[in-house]
């Protein structure tokens, strides 16, 4: 069973971003940049089912600027086969991504793909849902765990009021929640055995996909900041003021 | 006047509140339509209508709606989809996996997590964990949007006399099917609609402390319990208590953050709270930086000091 993992390339978690002092979006440039942390619990989700012999290969995927480069290293430095980056200086928006995807699905023939639920930076929440729509595959999205057993995979969900479990005929659509696994640190041979993987580059186009986006982003702004408070100095204290200043209690 | 259909979040006899602030952001952009889908849902649909701002109340009562799966669900909406303008729901675990599939079949950009409608294009929506908000325009004809319940009042239970009408739209799904769930019991409020939450984090050390020292809190206010992201990767509580970038986004009238330190994944998910207080015995933690309150000192002797203070 060959997977497909795609993996995106977003402004490092630990970064507070800034938005530009002209609103036009936020600050990136010298930010420090990684794979999204959704995908790397997807790419690790993948070495080890490839590691337990359910799986032959893993296709890391990214799309964007030519820097995505990086990302796909560090995928197949974690234990990806080999990597496709669809270059673009094109804003990629979900549906151009899950478009996209949907091409390289129709030439890879993965049996299933495991994506982030969540991109950190756009926060959207929508590809891996979209590429199953696009695909008409059943999805499993939220995943917190994942097992394969023949033509089936049976997936646990994390929804608002716990757990769900569903089992979906494959081929279909994993996207990953952050219980998943913990992914691991490549070490350094493996990130050198990296260096010679191969990575093919491609264009929109090659994939017959007009990428441009549905959404124009018209600004973006400082969300309001909350007032700095104060601090009291006991319990007997905060309770008088949350009964009689704030009136919430 | 346009058309707006809402998916509603029910338990099969009611109304989930997140839906209630759907249907508040739908009213903004036309007539509302409501769905309700499932199995049994007489009382939900009932209760929809009952909804100040519902027009109408659709309903698709049959098993191939029992669990909200996302494949028969999305091809019931892209049928009913002609005639509306917008496509909304609550950005609820079945929100949000439901309604990027309906877009991508009516071949739009889905709008996730919408928490201001400026015009029937125009929408405002957090990005970076809420560090900023973009404001975006859709180019697509039909728009499908998620719906940042803490951010509209939800639209009251009360007011409404919406007529009822059964629909019955044949739907097949051979690929997914239910195999079971573990839902967490709780006699306490939800967490996106209790007045108050109180959560707890790496902190509190492991789900006793939770059981013996939090919850009794939570029941004296009735409050919410919550948690960080790391007090669920640890196993102290159930991942559904998750509160932040990644989990539930919350905006009650009062927050209690105890033993969390604040990071920015998990103020995104309550920074919008009117009024927050925060417990933590390092005095630098971020989480102060938000706090109208702040009480510097160990949890495990300030959280027994308030449970006898509130009486
Ligand atoms: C992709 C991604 C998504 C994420 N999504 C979320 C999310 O949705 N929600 C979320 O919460 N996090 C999320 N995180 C994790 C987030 O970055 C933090 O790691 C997490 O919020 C930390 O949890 P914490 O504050 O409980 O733990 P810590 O940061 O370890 O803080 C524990 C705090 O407890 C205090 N403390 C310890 N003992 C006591 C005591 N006896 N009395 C008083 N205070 C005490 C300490 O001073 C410290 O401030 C996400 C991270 C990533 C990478
Ligand atoms: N440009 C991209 N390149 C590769 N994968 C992507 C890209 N954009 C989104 N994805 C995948 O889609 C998931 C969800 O992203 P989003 O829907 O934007 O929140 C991510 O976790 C990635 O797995």
Known sequence: MKLLVPVKRVVDFNVKVRVKSDGTGVETAGVKMSMNPFDEIAVEEAVRLKEKGLATEIVAVSMGVASCQETIRTALAMGADRGILVETDVELQPLAVAKLLKALVEKEQPRLVIMGKQAIDDDMNATGQMLAALLGWPQGTFASKVVIEGDTATVTREIDGGLETVALTLPAVVTTDLRLNEPRYASLPNIMKARKKPIETIRPADLGVDPAPRLTLVSVAEPPKRKAGIKVKSVQELVEKLRNEAKVI | ?311
């Open chain 2, 1 to 311: 006047m346009t058309l707006v259909l809402v998916l509603l979040d029910h338990d099969g006899k009611s109304v989930k509140q997140p839906a209630r602030s759907a249907i508040a952001a739908a009213a903004k952009l036309g007539e509302v339509v409501a769905l309700v889908a499932g199995e049994g849902v007489g009382e939900a649909a009932k209760a929809a209508a009952a909804i100040k701002g519902v027009a109408k109340v659709l309903v698709a009562d049959h098993a191939a709606f029992a669990h909200a799966l996302a494949e028969p669900l999305a091809a019931l909406i892209v049928k009913l989809a002609d005639g509306y303008s917008h496509i909304l729901s609550a950005s609820t675990a079945t929100g949000k996996n439901v309604m990027p599939r309906v877009a991508a079949l009516l071949d739009a950009q889905p709008i996730s997590d919408i928490a201001a409608v400026i015009d029937a294009d125009t929408f405002i929506r957090p990005i970076y964990a809420g560090n900023a908000m973009a404001t975006v325009k859709s180019s697509d004809t039909k728009k499908v949007i998620t719906v940042r319940a803490a951010s509209f009042d939800p639209a009251p239970e009360e007011g409404g006399l919406a007529a009822i009408e059964a629909i019955s739209v044949p739907i097949e799904n051979a690929t997914s099917k239910f195999v079971g769930a573990e839902l967490s019991k709780s006699e306490r409020p939800e967490l996106t609609a209790a007045k108050i939450v109180i959560s707890g984090g790496r902190g509190m050390q492991n789900g006793e402390n939770f059981g013996k020292l939090l919850e009794p809190i939570a029941d004296r206010l009735h409050a919410a319990v919550g948690a960080s992201r790391a007090a669920v990767d640890a196993g102290f509580v159930p991942n559904d208590y998750q509160v932040g970038q990644t989990g539930k986004i919350v905006a009650p009238d009062l927050y209690v953050a105890v033993g969390i330190s604040g990071a920015i994944q998990h103020l995104a998910g309550m920074k919008d709270s009117k009024v927050i207080v925060a417990i933590n015995k390092d005095e630098e933690a971020p989480i102060f930086q938000v706090a109208d309150y702040g009480l510097v000192g160990d949890l495990f002797q300030i959280l027994p000091e308030l449970q006898k203070e509130l009486g």
